[in-house]
C-alpha cells in the first residue's frame, strides 16, 4: 500500500532517539522530507547524513528550548529551508529528559510545545493539500499509571486539545489526530532504564501486556505515518491507542 508520502514534508523533534528516530527513518524511506531538531547537536548531524542516503531533503537544526518564542523562531526557519510543511510530528517531552514529574517542564515541553507548534505552522499546514499534524501522547494519559505526576496529566490535556483542534482544523484541510504510546523499549530510552535498575517493576508491568512484549520504536512510527499519510484522509481527531493490550479501559 502507498502512503503517498513521497515528497511530503515533515516537521518533528527529539529526532535522535526512540520514536522519533525511528519515525524519520521511516518517512524518509518513504520519500519525504525530513526537518528535525534535537539538543543533541553531534547525534543529529550523523542522523542526518544517514538519512540523506534515501535521496530526499533533510533539513537538521540542533535546538535546546529555552523559551516559547526561541522554539517558535526555529519550527518556521525549518519550514522555511523546507519549503513548506506538510506533517507536523509534536514528540518533544519531559519524558525525553526524565523529568516525568517535574511539571513545569512537562508544561512547557509537552503542552506548550503541542500549542505553540500547531499555531506556528499552521500557515504552512493550511496551504498543504494533505496537511497532518499527530501530537504524541501516551497510555499514562487514558489510566492511571504508578504514580501520581506531571507527565500523565499534561499528555491527557493534550488529549483534549488535539480533539478540540482537529474539529476547528478540519474546514482548513488540515486532519489532526494523537497516538497514545503504551510502554516502548529501546537501548538507553526510559524503560530500557527502569530494566536495569528496577527489573521487578519492569518485569510486572511486562506481566500485563497480553502480546508478552513491550513495544519497538517501529511499533508507533508506522502508526504515526498511516495517521499522517493521505491513506487516513478521512481521520482525524483520533486518539489511536498502540499497547499490544497494555490498557484495560474500554473505549466506545
Not at 129 to 158: C, D, H, R, W, Y
Not at 167 to 177: F, M
Amino acid at each position: 500500500m502507498d502512503l503517498e508520502l513521497k515528497g511530503k514534508k515533515l516537521i518533528i523533534g527529539g529526532a535522535t532517539r526512540g520514536i522519533s528516530r525511528a519515525i524519520t527513518e521511516l518517512f524518509a524511506r518513504e520519500g519525504a522530507d525530513v526537518g528535525m531538531f534535537s539538543r543533541n547537536a553531534e547525534a543529529l548531524k550523523a542522523h542526518a547524513a544517514a538519512l540523506a542516503r534515501h535521496g530526499s531533503k533533510v533539513v537538521a537544526e540542533p535546538f535546546t528550548w529555552e523559551n516559547r518564542d526561541g522554539y517558535k523562531a526555529m519550527l518556521m526557519n525549518m519550514a522555511e529551508k523546507l519549503g513548506g510543511v506538510d506533517i507536523f510530528v509534536h514528540s518533544i517531552s519531559s519524558s525525553g529528559n526524565g523529568a516525568t514529574q517535574d511539571w513545569q517542564q512537562s508544561f512547557d515541553l509537552d503542552m506548550l510545545g503541542a500549542v505553540d507548534g500547531c499555531e506556528t505552522l499552521q500557515p504552512y499546514l493550511a496551504k498543504s493539500s494533505a496537511g497532518a499534524v499527530v501530537l504524541m501522547t501516551s497510555t499514562a494519559a487514558v489510566e492511571t499509571f504508578l504514580i501520581p505526576q506531571a507527565f500523565n496529566a499534561v499528555k491527557a490535556a493534550i488529549i483534549t486539545y488535539g480533539k478540540q483542534l482537529s474539529q476547528a482544523w478540519a474546514p482548513q484541510g488540515v486532519r489532526v489526530n494523537m497516538v497514545c504510546p503504551g510502554p516502548i523499549t529501546y537501548p538507553g530510552g526510559n524503560w530500557d532504564g527502569i530494566k536495569a535498575a528496577m527489573p521487578q517493576l519492569y518485569d510486572a508491568q511486562l506481566a500485563q501486556v497480553p502480546m508478552g512484549r513491550f513495544g519497538a520504536p517501529e511499533d508507533v512510527a508506522k502508526a504515526v505515518a498511516f495517521l499522517a499519510s493521505p491513506a487516513a484522509s478521512y481521520i482525524t481527531g483520533t486518539n489511536l491507542v498502540i499497547d499490544g493490550g497494555y490498557t484495560k479501559r474500554v473505549q466506545f
